[in-house]
């Protein structure tokens, strides 16, 4: 009896000691007190730091919201600012980073947070792909490549922007014949709701006059405990991939389209995203933490797919994914140095933010067993992706 005992008693203070010691890494991890964290409160936007003119456009903040979420976005760039959904204590939180005012997006070390990408999102290896048998290049601005469509993308532009109600807000762009090196005339169209209770809805419509390539996402960062609140290590992450495309140190996939079985990036069961991010996996150290492309598998007869969930370990908060897109990248914050300062006052410090952005593969036009992105004259781009937020 007195051994059944003292094995319960040590069982206890063992379990005790794992909570606490639990606890202690997230605090750690935070950089923050416990009770710092789990009670961000959202900084108050000043729409007079988002008004002015570049290059002789206006640009302004605009929002749009229902009884659950609130998004505020300026068309400098098409990009979104502020998200603010519901925690568990039924209280708004902030879970999009990003700055108070458009003199700090435009003097940003880091130009995407919340922008809409294109023409081609993500990696082309060298800048250069054929179209038609002819050769194009872009110019690269991610080491020998070009990331998100070259020196200048759509994070760069004015967007001309329409609010149709208090729940949709329309960017239009005229992209013209060779800007960055792309061919024809390109018209997008982004249409961003929130006419769902919990969920931002994602449009986004192109046409050209030539023969082109096109993939157009958000580049949107998260940290569902709030804006400000530490690491994004301990969120828990589910995705509906069984496969990945590795990559080589440049970021560039080399054309494999593998299993995610047995590897660090099987997430087809809940893991943090800390949990397997130091383990001594080449491609972790190719992405200095994850930053690839994960493979979606669509059903015959449904163009929309769920693609998984990441849930805020101090607040609650799970955001849902769906997408019509063959694939999404899938980015924790690797390369965040604190040289920036959020809107809340805190740094983008390392990993505390992380970005899901739901598109076709990267270097599409250089791996032909890639979905392609090729877009003709007379045909229309169209893909749509949800954010869906409960607590």
Same mark, same amino acid.
């Given at each position: 009896?007195?051994?059944?005992?003292? &094995? @319960?008693?040590?069982?206890?203070?063992?379990?005790?000691?794992?909570?606490?010691?639990?606890?202690?890494?997230?605090? %750690?991890?935070?950089?923050?007190?416990?009770?710092?964290?789990?009670?961000?409160? /959202?900084?108050?936007?000043?729409?007079?730091?988002?008004?002015?003119?570049?290059?002789?456009?206006?640009?302004? !903040?605009?929002?749009?919201?229902?009884?659950?979420?609130?998004?505020?976005?300026?068309?400098?760039?098409?990009?979104?600012?502020? !998200?603010?959904?519901?925690?568990?204590?039924?209280?708004?939180?902030?879970?999009?980073?990003?700055?108070?005012?458009?003199?700090?997006?435009?003097?940003?070390?880091?130009?995407?947070?919340?922008?809409?990408?294109?023409?081609?999102?993500?990696?082309?290896?060298?800048?250069?792909?054929?179209?038609?048998?002819?050769?194009?290049? %872009?110019?690269?601005?991610?080491?020998?490549?070009?990331?998100?469509?070259?020196?200048?993308?759509?994070?760069?532009?004015?967007?001309?922007?329409?609010?149709?109600?208090?729940?949709?807000?329309?960017?239009?762009?005229?992209?013209?014949?060779?800007?960055?090196?792309?061919?024809?005339?390109?018209? &997008?169209?982004?249409?961003?709701?929130?006419?769902?209770?919990?969920?931002?809805?994602?449009?986004?419509?192109?046409?050209?006059?030539?023969?082109?390539?096109?993939?157009?996402?958000? =580049?949107?960062?998260?940290? !569902?405990?709030?804006?400000?609140?530490?690491?994004?290590?301990? =969120?828990?992450?589910?995705?509906?991939?069984?496969?990945?495309?590795?990559?080589?140190?440049?970021?560039?996939?080399?054309?494999?389209?593998?299993?995610?079985?047995?590897?660090?990036? #099987?997430?087809?069961?809940?893991?943090?995203?800390?949990?397997?991010?130091? *383990?001594?996996?080449?491609?972790?150290?190719?992405?200095?933490?994850?930053?690839?492309?994960? &493979?979606?598998? =669509?059903?015959?007869?449904?163009?929309? %797919?769920?693609?998984?969930?990441?849930?805020? #370990?101090?607040?609650?908060?799970?955001?849902?994914?769906?997408?019509?897109? /063959?694939?999404?990248?899938?980015?924790?914050?690797?390369?965040?140095?604190?040289?920036? *300062?959020?809107?809340?006052?805190?740094?983008?410090?390392?990993?505390?933010?992380?970005?899901?952005?739901?598109?076709?593969?990267?270097?599409?036009?250089?791996?032909?067993?890639?979905?392609?992105? @090729?877009?003709?004259?007379?045909?229309?781009?169209?893909?749509?992706?949800?954010?869906?937020?409960?607590?």
């Amino acid at each position: 009896m007195k051994n059944a005992q003292l &094995v @319960t008693i040590l069982l206890f203070g063992l379990l005790l000691q794992t909570s606490c010691q639990k606890k202690q890494l997230n605090s %750690i991890q935070s950089n923050k007190p416990l009770t710092e964290t789990a009670n961000m409160q /959202p900084t108050v936007l000043d729409s007079s730091n988002f008004t002015g003119e570049i290059e002789g456009k206006k640009v302004a !903040l605009y929002w749009i919201k229902n009884k659950n979420i609130q998004a505020a976005f300026t068309n400098y760039g098409g990009r979104l600012v502020s !998200l603010l959904v519901k925690n568990k204590n039924n209280e708004f939180v902030d879970v999009v980073v990003g700055f108070k005012g458009i003199k700090m997006y435009q003097n940003s070390t880091e130009p995407y947070f919340g922008a809409t990408i294109g023409r081609v999102g993500n990696r082309i290896a060298k800048g250069k792909f054929n179209l038609n048998g002819k050769a194009y290049s %872009i110019p690269v601005n991610n080491g020998e490549n070009a990331l998100h469509g070259g020196t200048k993308g759509y994070q760069d532009v004015v967007w001309n922007a329409e609010k149709l109600n208090d729940q949709t807000l329309v960017f239009t762009y005229l992209s013209p014949d060779m800007e960055m090196g792309f061919p024809g005339n390109l018209k &997008v169209k982004v249409t961003y709701s929130v006419a769902s209770d919990n969920e931002i809805r994602m449009e986004y419509e192109a046409t050209t006059d030539k023969t082109t390539i096109v993939n157009l996402t958000n =580049h949107a960062f998260f940290n !569902l405990n709030g804006e400000g609140s530490g690491t994004i290590l301990n =969120h828990i992450v589910q995705f509906n991939a069984n496969e990945y495309t590795p990559v080589d140190k440049g970021l560039i996939p080399t054309g494999k389209i593998e299993t995610v079985t047995g590897t660090p990036f #099987d997430f087809t069961l809940p893991h943090t995203i800390g949990e397997r991010i130091e *383990t001594d996996n080449i491609q972790l150290k190719n992405g200095g933490g994850y930053d690839h492309n994960f &493979v979606l598998e =669509h059903k015959k007869g449904s163009s929309m %797919i769920h693609v998984g969930s990441i849930t805020g #370990d101090l607040t609650g908060v799970m955001m849902n994914v769906y997408t019509e897109e /063959p694939g999404f990248q899938f980015y924790s914050g690797n390369f965040m140095q604190g040289k920036n *300062t959020f809107k809340s006052g805190a740094k983008d410090e390392f990993r505390t933010a992380f970005a899901l952005e739901t598109q076709h593969f990267p270097d599409a036009p250089n791996q032909p067993n890639f979905p392609s992105i @090729t877009l003709e004259p007379k045909a229309v781009y169209h893909t749509v992706s949800v954010y869906n937020f409960s607590k």
